[in-house]
């Protein structure tokens, strides 16, 4: 792959069961808050698998789209658009009530020192999005956030385990995931709640930031010294298919890749393919935010895309200079600032 087109065609091919699941979602499928990272390749996705599907059924996508050309972009791939600010309460009332809603809709980046607004975005805005589409399926997107850092040895945090987040970013998300799930039980509302970590493609993500560390010659810190990964073309299908499992009271999901992975080792992996020596600084720590996804994996299969397919498309991205969005994940992040 050389051009984004080409990235973004193969993460928004269908597999053969989401087509298959497409059939069984009954009614239109909107997305709250298309306009982050991942909201317009599952769009897409979403629509290619109703076309190959050959049923009718609407893909709606609500941004602000206050900038660039997503709005013109996501309309000539056959995708309605619908111009609102969600924390205004009329533009919020105005939007169709569909049987399936995908909310994408949050903040992380910048909350410390503008955490009212992250609150907000995360905790207040979903039980107004909760009102709004009492009775439909929903899957609200969270984050492995919400669980506390655990040991290497561990294994990941699995749903079952307690929820302790570190900072505010991961308390707003649990709000939200409290918010949702009380406007689920009082309305017998189906959802599903989606704790990904950390989705990735060429162009964003850990795998990147560890890559351009050792094409560059910069340090990389270990102090987050482990990491789960899922290419974004998978997580993005999962959480289209959630929408068949969301129920009352809510399913939970994590979702993210099957391997707990060494920053350390995926770091001596793109220096073998670039041919230099990887910068380190720090040293692991003995635990880290990992998440166990078995119960996904079980339900939809392993991700399609493997971990060394990551790595040999994300060097071979970064040798030949692609595109990349300039947001930072701060994976290393250990205070739960961001």
Known sequence: MKTVEELENLMTEPSAALIEDMVNIEGNIIILGIG????????VMAKRAIDEAGINKKVIGVSRFSSGTLKEDLESAGIETIAADLLNEEELKRLPVEKNVIYMAGNKFGTTGNEHYTWAMNAYLPGRVAEHFKGSNIVAFSTGNVYPLVPVYFGGCEELHPVAPVGEYGQSSLGRERVFTYFSQKDQTPLTIFRLNYAIDMRYGVILEIARSVYNEKPLDLS???????????????????LLLASTPPTILNVTGPETLSVRWL???????FGKKPVFVGAEQDNALLNNASKAHKLFGYPRVSIREMIEWTADWVANDGETINKPTHFQERKGEF
């Open 36 to 43: 982050g990272k991942m909201g317009p390749t599952l769009a």
């Open 224 to 242: 987050m010294g482990h990491v789960n990964v899922i290419w974004q073309g998978d997580a993005n299908e999962y959480a289209i298919r959630s």
């Open 267 to 273: 770091a001596n992996e793109f220096g073998r393919l």
